[in-house]
């Protein structure tokens, strides 16, 4: 018999009886939505594992109360952004005890405690036993309210219980600490700005002004800032600002609109406080492009005026910095940045693009950090997928040296390390990429396939689940926890990965439906879900529209080995890809647990030995 300390998090749908009798079907469906976008990446997020899932609940396990505590903020946060129809609210309860381990279930006075717990919570509350409220003070964001001893069903010593408040409110005793925030702090979301210039292809110009304004208030300590995954999730979309601002919790709303023309600019901004609905402030800017830097800085700081906060000299300076000042190539910057976020994941031709682009944008300044940084991180993906090219490594470095503090650079350089095994020089890299910017989703990607390189596929899939939330168009990162959390066995993770992926390639598909690198993250998400016959379908339709996407190509032989059974057809497909695929790709297939059922066939071997010498000769 094996015990531990551990933390455990109870949870409980309010309710539940109730909403089945009312609606049982929309009742699931809603339970089904919130567990795939909400419950379930927060619980994975936070590296918790699911020992036990009921229909109105489910028990969780995590290395420290940190984590859960954090958890459980993040789910109930969620929960109440969520829309009053759809809305599934939850009591939580969270405890640190002793338990016992039994194969992949876990029982004990530890368990019953925190079950307990979380039948005290509130609605929409977390509950937690003394330890943890010990454990975690100081340590959170939030304030624990004493709610006394309470004598509970079949536990002998009575248990000493605290309410968990996501704002920082002292509790008895705890008044003498000193809040390093003021109790009301003001927020804002940067809706994407339209693109008015009458041409798509300006597209691009306009999302990075949004994104530039984005960047440019984060750095305004007193105020803050959603993130720009969410903000652009409203992009095309007809919405009420009011309704934004509840959503999201924010007290204020930046929308407007960009037109480029020539060697013009109009950007027109409107800020809207979120209560009333009322402007605070807006403005209408024509300028010559060349002009666009001193424009952002006057919008970003026009907004600061406007809400009323004080901008500190550093943050001044912080937002002014810019990474050129020549605006053809930050222009040109700005094209490659879209190739990157269209989605177009699997093919190589939008890296050739992008290191086109960024390489023009260089010449035109060498001092330009971060497209060199870009730069690096296309060339790493060229020669991922089909071998050409130098890797990168050099346009890394360049970056570094221009700007020591860029954490994409950092994290492409540990990308591309750990691509050629150098993992002991990677890992200090992607360490000071995460300190730097643990909220950039290259940085995150970065460790997750330096964990997956290293077999270490629990810190993978917490890494993968990170950037899966921080890019709307991203389908790679939860296919890619497809692949992890089917080698660890967790089968409600692999559904809801395989959902996440299935819903994005389908967005994706919308806007361009010859997408060959969504096409093949979609085959193996519809085979993971048990549709094999719509897998094959996808895949003999990708196959005459994108004949030479090697990825693609990896990709289904993926679904077809280790999710249709179909062993010959899987060596079929990855014949063709590993006569022509990079070192990187054939180093992924080495540790990719999707080949296991196929790694000791003599075909497959065959395959694997002549790709390395092909590679090692010099082939391409």
């Known amino acids: ?75 109930q946060a969620a929960t109440e952004r969520a829309a009053e129809a759809s809305r599934i609210r939850y009591r939580i309860g969270i405890n640190l005890g002793e338990v016992i381990v039994e194969g992949d279930d876990i029982y004990g006075e530890g368990v019953n405690v925190a079950a307990r717990l979380q039948a005290l919570a509130p609605v929409g509350g977390i509950a937690v036993s003394r330890t943890v409220q010990e454990n975690a003070k100081g340590k959170i964001a939030c304030g624990f309210e004493d709610m006394g001893e309470h004598t509970v069903k079949n536990i002998e010593t009575p248990v000493h219980v605290f309410a968990v408040r996501a704002r920082v409110q002292p509790a008895p005793g705890e008044a003498e600490q000193p809040r390093t925030e003021p109790s009301h702090k003001l927020s804002i979301c940067v809706l994407p700005f339209a693109n008015m210039s009458g041409d798509p292809e300006q597209e691009y110009f306009s999302d990075g002004i949004s994104e530039d304004i984005i960047t440019d208030l984060s750095k305004v300590s007193t105020l803050g800032v959603v993130s720009r995954n969410t903000a652009f999730s409203f992009k095309g979309k007809t919405i009420k600002v009011r309704q934004v601002a509840n959503e999201l919790k924010v007290s204020h709303v930046l929308e407007g609109s960009v037109r480029k023309a020539g060697g013009r600019v109009r950007i027109t901004a409107q800020l809207i406080d979120g209560a009333n609905d009322e402007h605070v402030w807006a403005e209408r800017y024509d300028r010559d492009l060349d002009d666009i830097f001193a424009l952002q800085d006057e919008i970003s700081q026009a907004i600061v005026g406007a809400l009323r906060l004080k901008l500190l000299p550093e943050e001044k300076k912080a937002i002014e910095r810019r990474g050129t000042e020549n605006v053809e190539a930050y222009n040109i910057y700005l094209m490659a940045r879209q190739e990157y976020v269209s989605g177009r994941s699997g093919d190589v031709r939008p890296f050739e693009a992008l290191v086109r682009l960024c390489q023009r944008a260089t010449e035109i300044d060498p001092n330009y950090a971060q497209a060199w940084a870009l730069m690096a991180l296309g060339q790493m993906w060229v020669r991922y997928m089909v071998g050409r090219g130098d890797g990168g490594l050099e346009a890394a470095t360049r970056a570094l040296g221009i700007d020591g503090n860029l954490a994409e650079a950092h994290a492409v350089k540990a990308r591309i390390l750990a691509e050629e095994g150098r993992f002991e020089e990677a890992e200090p890299e992607i360490e000071r990429a995460l300190r730097l910017d643990p909220d950039s989703h290259e940085v995150n990607e970065a460790a997750a396939r330096l964990h997956f390189r290293k077999h270490d596929l629990e810190a993978a899939a917490r890494f993968w689940e990170k950037a899966t939330t921080l890019m709307e168009m991203d389908s790679g990162s939860p296919a890619m926890l497809i692949t992890c959390y089917t080698a660890l066995g967790r089968q409600e993770d692999v559904r809801r990965a395989a959902q996440i992926t299935l819903d994005r390639v389908e967005k994706v598909l919308v806007q361009d439906r010859n997408n060959g690198g969504a096409l093949g993250h979609g085959s193996v998400a519809l085979a993971t879900l048990g549709l094999g016959d719509r897998s094959k379908s996808w895949m003999n339709r990708a196959l005459l529209i994108d004949p030479d996407n090697l990825n693609m190509r990896y990709n289904f032989a993926c679904a077809l080995a280790n999710f249709t059974g179909d062993y010959d057809a899987a060596i079929e497909m990855l014949g063709f890809a590993f006569a022509r695929m990079g070192s990187g790709l054939l180093n992924h297939a080495k540790v990719d647990p999707d080949f296991d059922p196929i790694r000791e066939d003599p075909r497959f071997v065959a395959m694997m030995a002549a790709a390395e010498a092909r590679l090692a000769a010099g082939g391409s």
């Not at 049982?24 to 909400?38: M, Q, S, Y």
């Not at 990446?41 to 594992?49: F, K, L, N, S």
Request: hydrophobic share 50%; charged share 25%.
């Open 1 to 75: 018999m094996q015990r531990k300390l551990t933390a455990i998090l109870s949870a409980d749908v309010v309710g539940y009886s109730g909403l089945m009798e009312a609606d049982e079907a929309g009742t699931l469906e809603r339970l089904k939505a919130n567990r795939i976008r909400v419950f379930d990446p927060q619980v994975a997020i936070q590296g918790g594992r699911q020992f036990k899932l009921m229909g109105d609940g489910a028990l969780v396990e995590f290395a420290s109360v940190i984590a859960a505590v954090e958890c459980a903020l993040a789910i």
